[in-house]
Nanobody, 119 residues
Framework: QVQLVESGGGLVQPGGSLRLSCTASNIIFRINSMAWYRQAPGKERDLVATITSAGRTNYADSVKGRFTISRDNAKNTVYLRMNSLKPEDTALYYC?????????????WGQGTQVTVSS
Protein backbone atom coordinates (compact mmCIF):
# COMPACT_ATOMS: atom_id res chain seq x y z
CA GLN A 1 0.00 0.00 0.00
CA VAL A 2 1.45 3.34 -1.08
CA GLN A 3 1.79 5.80 1.77
CA LEU A 4 2.54 9.52 1.63
CA VAL A 5 4.08 11.30 4.60
CA GLU A 6 4.07 15.08 4.65
CA SER A 7 6.08 17.41 6.83
CA GLY A 8 7.14 21.04 7.11
CA GLY A 9 3.93 22.84 7.96
CA GLY A 10 3.59 25.24 10.85
CA LEU A 11 2.93 28.77 12.01
CA VAL A 12 4.79 31.56 10.24
CA GLN A 13 4.50 35.35 10.14
CA PRO A 14 3.45 37.16 6.97
CA GLY A 15 6.40 37.47 4.65
CA GLY A 16 8.00 34.34 6.04
CA SER A 17 8.92 31.07 4.36
CA LEU A 18 8.27 27.37 4.76
CA ARG A 19 9.25 24.24 2.89
CA LEU A 20 6.87 21.32 2.69
CA SER A 21 8.03 17.79 1.94
CA CYS A 22 6.11 14.70 0.94
CA THR A 23 7.70 11.27 0.62
CA ALA A 24 6.00 8.29 -0.96
CA SER A 25 6.81 4.81 0.29
CA ASN A 26 6.00 1.31 -0.95
CA ILE A 27 6.23 2.54 -4.55
CA ILE A 28 6.50 -0.30 -7.04
CA PHE A 29 5.50 1.42 -10.27
CA ARG A 30 6.68 4.65 -11.90
CA ILE A 31 5.51 7.96 -10.46
CA ASN A 32 3.96 10.23 -13.06
CA SER A 33 3.05 13.71 -11.89
CA MET A 34 3.22 15.07 -8.36
CA ALA A 35 1.34 18.02 -6.96
CA TRP A 36 0.35 20.10 -3.98
CA TYR A 37 -3.21 21.15 -3.20
CA ARG A 38 -4.60 23.22 -0.37
CA GLN A 39 -7.92 23.61 1.37
CA ALA A 40 -8.89 26.52 3.56
CA PRO A 41 -11.76 26.21 6.07
CA GLY A 42 -15.11 26.33 4.33
CA LYS A 43 -13.55 26.23 0.87
CA GLU A 44 -12.88 23.64 -1.79
CA ARG A 45 -9.53 21.94 -2.28
CA ASP A 46 -7.56 23.91 -4.86
CA LEU A 47 -4.52 23.04 -6.93
CA VAL A 48 -1.40 24.93 -5.88
CA ALA A 49 1.35 23.50 -8.10
CA THR A 50 2.17 20.47 -10.22
CA ILE A 51 5.36 18.92 -11.56
CA THR A 52 5.59 16.27 -14.25
CA SER A 53 8.02 13.38 -14.38
CA ALA A 54 10.07 15.47 -16.81
CA GLY A 55 10.21 18.36 -14.39
CA ARG A 56 7.73 20.70 -16.03
CA THR A 57 5.90 22.83 -13.50
CA ASN A 58 2.62 24.69 -13.32
CA TYR A 59 1.33 27.04 -10.64
CA ALA A 60 -1.89 28.62 -9.52
CA ASP A 61 -1.90 32.33 -10.34
CA SER A 62 -2.13 33.18 -6.64
CA VAL A 63 1.25 31.61 -5.87
CA LYS A 64 3.27 32.31 -9.03
CA GLY A 65 6.58 33.92 -8.22
CA ARG A 66 6.34 32.98 -4.53
CA PHE A 67 6.12 29.18 -4.46
CA THR A 68 8.43 26.63 -6.08
CA ILE A 69 7.63 22.96 -6.55
CA SER A 70 10.42 20.44 -7.04
CA ARG A 71 10.95 16.70 -6.83
CA ASP A 72 13.66 14.17 -6.07
CA ASN A 73 12.84 11.07 -8.07
CA ALA A 74 15.45 8.97 -6.31
CA LYS A 75 13.74 9.67 -3.00
CA ASN A 76 10.14 9.64 -4.31
CA THR A 77 9.78 13.04 -2.70
CA VAL A 78 8.08 16.25 -3.73
CA TYR A 79 8.78 19.63 -2.16
CA LEU A 80 7.00 22.96 -2.02
CA ARG A 81 9.10 25.98 -1.15
CA MET A 82 6.83 28.83 -0.07
CA ASN A 83 8.21 32.36 0.17
CA SER A 84 6.57 35.71 0.92
CA LEU A 85 3.72 33.95 2.67
CA LYS A 86 0.44 35.79 3.10
CA PRO A 87 -2.44 35.21 5.52
CA GLU A 88 -4.54 34.00 2.60
CA ASP A 89 -2.08 31.13 2.14
CA THR A 90 -3.35 29.66 5.40
CA ALA A 91 -4.76 26.20 4.65
CA LEU A 92 -4.30 22.48 5.01
CA TYR A 93 -1.81 21.47 2.33
CA TYR A 94 -2.08 18.03 0.70
CA CYS A 95 0.41 16.32 -1.53
CA UNK A 96 -0.77 14.24 -4.46
CA UNK A 97 1.21 11.54 -6.23
CA UNK A 98 0.00 9.87 -9.41
CA UNK A 99 1.41 6.40 -10.05
CA UNK A 100 1.37 4.56 -13.36
CA UNK A 101 0.01 1.18 -12.31
CA UNK A 102 -0.01 -0.97 -15.46
CA UNK A 103 -2.97 0.37 -17.50
CA UNK A 104 -4.17 3.09 -15.14
CA UNK A 105 -2.82 6.10 -13.28
CA UNK A 106 -3.81 5.94 -9.63
CA UNK A 107 -3.86 9.01 -7.41
CA UNK A 108 -2.62 8.91 -3.84
CA TRP A 109 -3.02 11.62 -1.21
CA GLY A 110 -1.18 12.65 1.91
CA GLN A 111 -2.89 13.28 5.21
CA GLY A 112 -2.38 17.04 5.01
CA THR A 113 -0.09 19.44 6.81
CA GLN A 114 -1.34 22.70 8.29
CA VAL A 115 0.16 26.01 7.23
CA THR A 116 -0.90 29.06 9.21
CA VAL A 117 0.28 32.53 8.27
CA SER A 118 -0.43 35.01 11.03
CA SER A 119 1.23 37.74 13.04
Amino acid sequence: QVQLVESGGGLVQPGGSLRLSCTASNIIFRINSMAWYRQAPGKERDLVATITSAGRTNYADSVKGRFTISRDNAKNTVYLRMNSLKPEDTALYYCNVNVEELTIIRAYWGQGTQVTVSS
